[in-house]
């Protein structure tokens, strides 16, 4: 007895797939090879796929890049945590109590324009140089996704929702455990990826001014010694961990949260 396979695990299925997304990366890196085969800029500036290739398995093979990516990733993950553990009560108390509301919203609203590399200069004269500093960067930068976003998914549960289990004898507390905090996780994933997206960035930055080590600052080192090759390594390095993560960790749990709640959807302004 044979088992039918779904359509999109078949071999034909999964090979288009692969091809799919390895098209633009080839086409990305044939592009380069030819804009470095004329010439238009000296290799010290405008390294080759096989330079930076060599160079990405020198220091894969030294160690310095595993290194610098597990103090960057480190920094990151305490950075996203605290963001996240601030901006996650401070949003259900927003979205939940308009005096907190209205108390909290001018100050967001002004501390939200200002980009999380501007803290640089105080991030160093109050941390110093080094993960301290760099951490409370990323702080500053995951947290207003965050709650911008989980403050949108409060404000769009269904009032039918509310109004249903209200009707049944559920008291606030119940309302909050059983609809609006399952109704807010698909917005509140979405703004924990886009946290963690900010997160790297500001972590690069940071890293290239405020700190002596991880992969911004080996970026940043780089360049005073016109290592270009190096240069792309680590900007690589930065790319390829993102696209693991989100592919492989953030997008799944997004797509299933949404699955799993994201019906209850649409309409709600508490008072």
């Known amino acids: 007895?044979?088992?039918m396979l779904p359509?999109?695990?078949?071999?034909?299925?999964m090979?288009?797939?692969i091809v799919r997304?390895?098209?633009?990366f080839a086409v990305g890196i044939a592009a380069w090879q030819i804009l470095s085969s004329l010439n238009i800029w000296p290799p010290v500036l405008f390294p080759s796929p096989m330079q930076v290739f060599q160079a990405f398995f020198a220091d894969l093979g030294s160690g310095v890049l595993l290194t610098n990516m597990a103090v960057s990733l480190k920094s990151l993950g305490i950075g996203f945590l605290v963001g996240a553990v601030i901006a996650v009560p401070l949003g259900y108390l927003m979205g939940l109590n308009r005096a907190?509301?209205?108390?909290?919203?001018?100050?967001?609203?002004?501390?939200?324009?200002?980009?999380?590399?501007?803290?640089?200069?105080?991030?160093?004269?109050?941390?110093?140089?080094?993960?301290?500093?760099?951490?409370?960067?990323?702080?500053?930068s995951v947290f207003f996704p965050v709650l911008h976003n989980l403050l949108?998914?409060?404000?769009?549960v269904q009032p039918v929702l509310i109004e249903a289990v209200q009707t049944l004898g559920a008291r606030r507390m119940d309302v909050?455990?059983?609809?609006?905090?399952?109704?807010?996780?698909?917005?509140?994933?979405?703004?924990?990826?886009?946290?963690?997206?900010?997160?790297?960035?500001?972590l690069v930055g940071g890293e290239m001014i405020a700190s002596t080590d991880g992969i911004g600052y080996a970026i940043f080192n780089a360049q005073q010694y016109f290592q270009s090759s190096r240069i792309v390594v680590g900007m690589l390095a930065i790319g390829i961990t993102w696209m693991i993560m989100d592919r492989f960790i953030l997008r799944p749990i997004e797509q299933r949260t949404t699955m799993r709640w994201g019906l209850m959807r649409d309409g709600l302004d508490n008072t």
């Open 1 to 3: 007895m044979t088992t």
């Open 7 to 13: 359509a999109r695990w078949t071999p034909l299925a």
């Open 15 to 17: 090979t288009r797939g």
């Open 21 to 24: 997304e390895l098209l633009p």
């Open 100 to 140: 907190s509301r209205d108390f909290f919203d001018p100050l967001v609203n002004l501390l939200q324009a200002i980009p999380g590399l501007a803290w640089i200069p105080f991030a160093i004269l109050w941390f110093g140089l080094g993960q301290g500093a760099v951490t409370f960067i990323i702080v500053m």
């Open 152 to 156: 949108t998914g409060i404000r769009t």
């Open 176 to 202: 909050i455990a059983h609809v609006i905090f399952p109704a807010t996780l698909p917005n509140l994933m979405t703004g924990i990826r886009l946290g963690i997206a900010f997160g790297f960035r500001s």
